[in-house]
């Protein structure tokens, strides 16, 4: 009997303490903040990756194994019904400012964990209601022209200079963030023009995912709108956007300051696990469906989430990926500590 999906339920725990945060007062109210930025980043600082892999037997089994596909699609609803929560607690209830901002930070980790990170499983995947399900939970976060940039463009341009969200050695993750998303969002509109020129199919039309993905969230706003009035809409915004912020901060993580080589005819070399920072931090992994060893994600984007692989050549990071994230909002340490990290990988 396979049990190793076991370990896969610490993820609602997450939910759970989203719930606390949701519906209690007070400093409950940050609970899962403190959770995804504090409780989680102290735990990575002690606890060693495990750099174990599968045999091909047992990776064999488990990706058969229906039990991970129905871990993610669980988080769809969960998303959804933690969006309902969110809007009455934010509308119903007489809150000071600092419970206001812990109530929206709360909504924010649910949509960049659930949101975009289940989104982006979902999104890798060939069959027809998994995309569907995918876009239902990026449409949560104003953010569903991921599904388009994140497949067809970063990674195809992973680790060059016309990919938006590899970042640059030395850039500040202020104006990547900035980058990223503004760049990202053009690059959409040019893949998808580029998709339907290939088709023969007007550019204008409702054949255009991007145009059908401004009315749908466009949609989603007026209904909230409607339902919760104007604070229940901007908060949602406001949530909304802090969770996709936190994915480009994500993004900055995973490819800082790793490039492709060209070769003699400008070509670039093919994408490698050295092209990607790879975390074998356990709790990490685990909260965020694995998508922390990111090398083998790169490598074969096809892999489902319990499959991914460690890869002896590629970087790791210093810890996991909440820590990162935190490290990465200040400049001056995330640069003293990355530079040093580089220079001692390389000399290796």
């Known amino acids: 009997m396979n049990i190793r999906f076991l370990k896969y339920l610490a993820i609602l725990t997450g939910p759970a303490i ?26 990575e600082l002690f606890a060693k990756g495990s750099e174990e892999n599968m045999s091909e037997n047992e990776e064999e089994m488990v990706r058969k194994d229906r ?8 988080q769809v609803p969960i998303q959804y019904i933690f969006m ?19 109530r929206v930070l709360t909504f924010g980790v649910a949509c960049v964990s659930l949101g975009i990170n289940v989104g982006h499983e979902l999104g890798h995947r060939a069959k027809p209601y ?28 992973v680790g060059t200079d016309e990919d938006p969200a590899s970042a640059r050695y030395g850039e500040i993750i202020y104006l990547f963030m900035a980058r990223s998303v503004i760049f990202g969002y053009i690059s959409a509109w040019k893949l998808e023009r580029a998709r339907l020129k290939a088709k023969g199919l007007s550019f204008w039309s409702l054949s255009n995912e991007m145009i059908r993905f401004q009315f749908i969230q466009l949609a989603l706003l007026v209904l909230i709108y409607y339902g919760f009035g104007l604070l229940g809409m901007l908060s949602f915004m406001a949530a909304a956007i802090y969770g996709f912020l936190m994915l480009e901060v994500i993004n900055y993580v995973e490819h800082y300051g790793l490039r492709r080589k060209k070769d003699a005819e400008g070509k670039y070399e093919k994408i490698l696990p050295i092209h990607s920072w790879n975390s074998n931090h356990m709790v990490g992994r685990i909260m965020l469906f694995e998508i922390s060893r990111h090398s083998d994600h790169h490598y074969k984007a096809s892999r489902k989430y319990q499959t991914l692989r460690h890869f002896d050549e ?3 990071m210093p810890t996991g990926y909440p820590g990162m994230i935190l490290l990465a909002l200040l400049p001056p340490i995330w640069f003293y500590v990355m530079h040093r990290h580089i220079a001692k990988l390389k000399a290796i």
Do not use: C
């Open 84 to 102: 309902v929560i969110f809007l009455y607690s934010i509308t119903e209830q007489g809150l000071t400012l600092f419970e206001y901002v812990g």
């Open 67 to 74: 039990i991970y596909d129905y871990l993610l699609y669980l």
């Open 18 to 43: 989203g719930y606390i945060s949701l519906t209690q007062l007070g400093w409950w109210t940050w609970a899962l903040p403190i959770y995804a930025f504090l409780v989680i980043p102290f735990i």
């Open 314 to 316: 590629a970087y790791q």
């Open 130 to 157: 998994e995309r569907i399900m995918a876009k239902a939970l990026l449409l949560s976060t104003l953010y569903m022209h991921f599904i388009i940039e994140h497949n067809r463009g970063h990674h195809k341009r």
